[in-house]
């Protein structure tokens, strides 16, 4: 039996996906295009968002969604300690500070108290940015409510396909301004690099438009110098305005066909991922020294399960985590952790001072855990060879 390296996660490609790609290439527009257009309504309709703006990453699309959210120079934004560094980082590209909050050791997310909280001592905080765990939106009603005005950005990048706890799929925006999903390969589908801001407001979404592409108008409604736009009362064909300051975070159309085709397979997908974590579950539920996280059936529902992670007790194991990683990249196997809690990150460290005692909820989380293998392309023999080599390295 050959056993491929298994990543921690990795994209699915299959034929049709690069049939769409290459009829993409034969198109007239390669760049930004109708194709862009077509997955981002198809991308809307599938969250129940009245609007989707597609860019370059989901980076690029948190960092548009802060400044739409009116982030600037010295301006506060919130987000959770356990995330990608890009959760936080979106609000210092704007010239803000990123704060940071805990998590709850259970959702592994930041909670509506936490929130609250946090505010109480931040009140001019401008946005609020709940993380949705390896695909598990949780609290986001609560997280909703304790924002009050403030505007509130799901970093829904792990979450495409999962739902909030009322049914509502995540990104409809029932409990947030905006949603940000990444389209990167490991996430549930894939543009190569790519994402996208999911948003019911009409002006929110023009404004997220416009800083995709340069600051740049092309209505001509909405043009401020009107006598360089009009010529017999329409606009010249050839005229834009740069009314603020923007970037070319553009998808391109050959991405956005690969997107389309991947966002037809979202459900296959997310069944495949079901199954994997059913047959984990079972298998690890007896292991010693090693505890399932976001388990709650509840939570396996309505999650997009972005990420299997096992808590383990490497002191009672006897190994630290680096040994326990290289005895199973030994079975080709190769774990990785998610995440370096953000307050640990130098960079971060460097603007903020943390104490030892920051956020321990996070820290404890940290210190066991292991993301293994999760991705829908796994063979049952694939699936058959984690469990088998988990299960015998721990009790070894
Ligand atoms: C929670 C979270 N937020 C944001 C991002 C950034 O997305 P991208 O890699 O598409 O820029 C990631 C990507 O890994 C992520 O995991």
């Known amino acids: 039996m050959t056993i491929r390296p298994l990543n921690y996660g990795r994209h699915q490609i299959d034929d049709s996906d690069v049939q769409a790609v290459v009829d993409a290439l034969r198109g ?4 930004q295009g109708p194709i862009v257009e ?10 129940g968002a009245r609007h989707a703006i597609a860019v370059s990453s989901g980076t690029a699309a948190l960092h548009i969604g802060c400044l739409a959210a009116g982030v600037a120079a010295g301006d506060m934004g919130v987000t959770s300690t356990l995330s990608f560094v890009a959760s936080a980082n979106a609000v210092i590209y704007c010239g803000g500070q990123a704060n940071l909050l805990d998590i709850d050791p259970d959702t592994l997310a930041i909670t509506g108290d936490g929130v609250r909280n946090y505010l109480a001592g931040a009140p001019e905080t401008k946005v ?9 939106a949780t609290q986001s009603a609560e997280i909703r409510q304790a924002a009050g005005s403030r505007f509130v950005m799901e970093d829904a990048a792990h979450a495409l396909g999962g739902d909030h706890a009322c049914g509502t799929p995540v990104g409809s925006c029932k409990y947030a301004d905006m949603a940000v999903f990444s389209f990167h390969p490991v996430k549930s589908i894939t543009t190569g690099e790519g994402g996208v801001v999911t948003t019911n407001d009409a002006d929110l979404a023009r404004l997220l438009r416009q800083l995709r592409t340069h600051g740049i108008e092309r209505d001509a409604d909405r043009m401020q110098n009107l006598d360089a736009a009009l ?4 606009r010249r064909t050839w005229y834009y305005e740069q009314q603020l300051l923007g970037f070319n975070y553009r998808l391109t159309d050959i991405q956005a066909a690969l997107g389309l085709s991947q966002l037809a397979k979202l459900d296959r997908f997310l069944a495949r991922r079901r199954e994997i974590i059913a047959h984990y579950d079972a298998a690890f ?3 010693p020294a090693v505890t399932l996280v976001q388990a709650d059936t509840e939570f396996r529902r309505r999650s997009a399960h972005h990420l299997y ?3 383990v007790d490497f002191a009672a194991l006897g190994r630290t985590r680096q040994q326990f990683i290289r005895e199973l990249n030994a079975f ?4 990785q952790i998610h995440y370096i809690p953000i307050h640990y990150q ?18 404890r989380y940290y210190e066991g855990c292991l993301s293994i293998p999760l991705f829908p392309d796994m063979t049952d023999e694939e699936v058959d060879h984690v469990v088998a080599t988990v299960r015998d390295l721990v009790r070894r």
């Open 309 to 311: 992670i096992l808590d």
């Open 128 to 136: 609020v940015i709940p993380v949705h765990f390896g695909g598990l």
């Open 231 to 234: 010529e017999d009362g329409q």
């Open 38 to 47: 077509r997955f981002e309504a198809a991308v809307a309709e599938r969250v």
């Open 332 to 335: 080709g196997i190769a774990p």
């Open 285 to 287: 539920a007896d292991l």
């Open 28 to 31: 007239d527009l390669i760049t």
């Open 346 to 363: 130098p960079y971060h460290q460097a603007r903020h001072a943390y104490g030892p005692d920051a956020f321990p909820a996070a820290v």
